[in-house]
Each structure stands twice: as structure tokens, then as C-alpha cells.
Nanobody, 115 residues
């Protein structure tokens, strides 16, 4: 059974930092492209950062230089280090695993950034 379990969300002040984790099981983690997406109230889910199975990264323009995606192929976990947080970063953050036409999602973790 495939499971993606996000953690690390919560409340942060503007300018602060949070680190999200997504622990996976049931997939050959090192063969998957991984990504973080977010969905704010009333908005569509959007990509935040992705990392390919080879480690190439890509970021949405509004998080570049503030967020860093990384992964640990031993722990089967992908991370999102978020710094210089802004109120507009408030959203539910989801982890995705993608390979061979399979797309798996986690349940999401809430991030709320206050002024």
C-alpha cells in the first residue's frame, strides 16, 4: 500500500521558517520524481517545488530563493525547507510522487503564516 505522510506544518510568523517532511512507503522512492504542491482557500492547487529522481530541482517563481526541496533516498523522505515565509504562503501543502504514469498524493499539511 502506497502512503505519503506529510508533517511539519503549523503556524509561523512572517519572516519565519518551517520544514515540511513527506515520508513515503510502498514505492521505490529513488525511482520517483517528487513534488510539493499547495492549495490556498478558494484557489487551485499549484506546484511549489519538484525534484526529479536524479535530483534536479525546479521552483515556482514566488518561492525561489526562499524554499529548498531535498530528498533522502535512505529515509524515503522528501523535504521542503521554507524560509522568509509570507502570509501569502498560507495553504495546505501536499506531497506528490510521480513515476511510470502513477501519481500519488499525501493528505496535506496546513501552513499558516501570520503577520
Amino acid at each position: 500500500q502506497v502512503q505519503l505522510v506529510e508533517s511539519g506544518g503549523g503556524l509561523a510568523q512572517a519572516g519565519g521558517s518551517l520544514r515540511l517532511s513527506c515520508a513515503t512507503s510502498g514505492i521505490s522512492f529513488r525511482l520517483y520524481d517528487m513534488g510539493w504542491y499547495r492549495q490556498a482557500p478558494g484557489k487551485q492547487r499549484e506546484p511549489v517545488a519538484t525534484i526529479t529522481r536524479r535530483g534536479a530541482t525546479n521552483y515556482a517563481d514566488d518561492v525561489k530563493d526562499r524554499f529548498t526541496i531535498s530528498k533522502d533516498n535512505v529515509k524515503n523522505t522528501v523535504y521542503l525547507q521554507m524560509s522568509s515565509l509570507k502570509p501569502e504562503d498560507t495553504a495546505v501543502y501536499y506531497c506528490q510522487a510521480d513515476a511510470y504514469g502513477n501519481h500519488y498524493w499525501g493528505q496535506g499539511t496546513q501552513v499558516t503564516v501570520s503577520l
